[in-house]
């Protein structure tokens, strides 16, 4: 099924000229087109739909299904140029006579491919499939309806087919507790990891887990009341929860676009996440870009949003209270900051990103993804996008003399990018509150203990 070209003849309804279009069969039943004739540069769109049936002796068959727009087919087996396409593999420039899964196979070693193979395959399997099962999960658990909770979480790990069962009880095993609040949020997230494990997980993701975890415990033991004092001001400003929220919501909003994102799939390596996109490879399928921008826009914005809390721990750790910023971002020569947390979430985002710098691991790991200049520029100046070569450009002032192209793989990378540090905050924010369930616990029990005894 998946490494399967099919090519057809095609005459453009308009000039007349002979167009070859090769369209790889994926992982998606559908999926759509649109290209240009490159004599007349009519604008040309093609539907291809992969029917499923059963025949009569009971066997799975395929049927494929096309609708063009803009051309009829053509009988003609010479053609004057040839449109290329993979839904889950970017096309190389170079060469009308390239496979794309050949081309994205080519140069790399054997268990590379592998991997990246079964990452593709697992994303397709877990997230894209299970994307309403996962929001309905997690709907549950913030309505507090935890008799469907758990039927979700039961539902999830059996898993619909064969083959995503086995991933799941391999990455699931067992029943999960859920007899606590403690057990709940760690359910919630580890069905969330077992989905998004092929695009955020590495060597890295797990330092920075650990790197987390160390922290907050560093600081809950060494600043106790000044970090219980913090968890409680989050918690009342419910910012906690409300960060958390859309943090879900920006995850959940991925895996929406996660047909766009999908010919990108095979060339991300969460491992590398910093690689450029192979600058011969494009994406030309038909993507809305509105879409794809406002998910960039609103994970700088979301990460803008988590500084509230980030800050406010590195304030702790370095002025022992949580309230105390370094200095005023906004102006040079590091004058005071006037007000607390609450007046430093309310400024404006891009300089808050610059009081990271104080302590190194935060500052590498959320400063590099932080492009706010691409993102003024595309929102202010505006961009134009070749869909045919899957270039973006985007104006750099406003008279629109200056600009600079990227490919629309490069973007999706870069959205990527931010998807895993806005995965990241949740987690930071889980064990926040992961740690203040504990503790609320042991308050009340000891509350009981005390209780008991005046009896
Ligand atoms: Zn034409």
């Known amino acids: 099924m998946l490494l399967m070209m099919i090519g057809k003849f095609w005459r453009c309804n308009s000039c007349g000229a002979i167009i070859k279009t090769k369209i790889g069969v994926g992982y998606q039943k559908e999926t759509n087109y649109k290209f240009e004739c490159e004599r007349c540069h009519q604008e040309i769109t093609l539907r291809f739909i992969i029917k499923e049936y059963t025949d009569k002796l009971g066997r799975t068959n395929y049927k494929d299904i096309w609708i063009p727009d803009g051309i009829s087919k053509s009988k003609s087996n010479k053609f004057d140029f040839c ?40 994303w397709h399997e877990l997230s894209m499939k299970k994307a309403k099962n ?23 790990q059996k898993g619909s087919t064969e083959f995503d069962s086995k991933i799941l009880s391999a990455l699931l095993p067992g029943e999960l507790p859920l007899n606590n609040n ?17 695009i955020v997980v590495s060597k890295n993701h797990f330092e920075l887990y650990h790197y987390f975890e160390s922290y907050i415990a560093d600081l809950n033991q060494t600043e106790y009341q000044n970090y219980n004092e913090f968890v409680d001001f989050l918690v009342n400003n419910n910012y906690l929860t409300d960060i958390q929220n859309k943090c879900f919501e920006y995850i959940f909003n991925f895996l929406d676009l996660s047909e766009d994102f999908s010919p990108v799939i095979f060339e991300w390596d969460p491992e590398n996440p910093d690689a450029t996109f192979p600058s011969d490879a494009n994406i030309n399928n038909n993507i809305s870009f509105d879409k794809i921008k406002s998910f960039s826009v609103d994970g700088f914005e979301l990460l803008s949003k988590s500084l509230v809390i980030i800050i406010g721990l590195i304030n702790i750790k370095h002025r022992h209270n949580y309230d105390s910023i370094n200095y005023d971002p906004r102006e040079r020569n590091k004058k005071p900051f006037k007000g607390g947390l609450i007046e430093f979430n309310a400024i404006a985002n891009a300089p808050k990103f610059k009081l990271l710098s104080e302590e190194n691991k935060f500052d590498k790991w959320i400063n590099p993804v932080i492009d706010s200049k691409l993102r003024n520029d595309i929102g202010h100046f505006g961009y134009t996008i070749d869909s045919n070569k899957g270039y973006i450009t985007y104006y750099t002032n406003k008279e629109k003399t200056k600009s600079n192209t990227i490919t629309y793989g490069e973007y999706l990378f870069r959205c990527i990018r931010l998807l895993v540090r806005v995965y990241q905050v949740n987690i930071l924010v889980k064990m926040i509150m992961y740690q203040h369930l504990i503790k609320n616990t042991m308050d009340e029990d000891a509350t009981q203990v005390s209780a008991d005894i005046k009896i």
Do not use: W
Not at 182 to 198: E, G, Q
């Open 134 to 156: 996962l929001k309905m999960i997690y709907r549950n658990y913030s309505l507090g309806d935890f008799e469907n909770f758990k039927k979700g979480i039961i539902a999830f």
């Open 182 to 198: 403690m057990d709940k949020l760690s359910a919630l997230s580890r069905v969330l990891d077992a989905c998004f494990f092929p």
């Open 83 to 122: 449109f290329t396409s993979h839904p889950d593999f970017p096309t190389r420039t170079s060469d009308v006579y390239s496979f794309p899964f050949i081309d994205a196979l080519n140069n790399r070693d054997e268990t590379d491919i592998l991997q990246r193979q079964l990452r593709q395959v697992f």
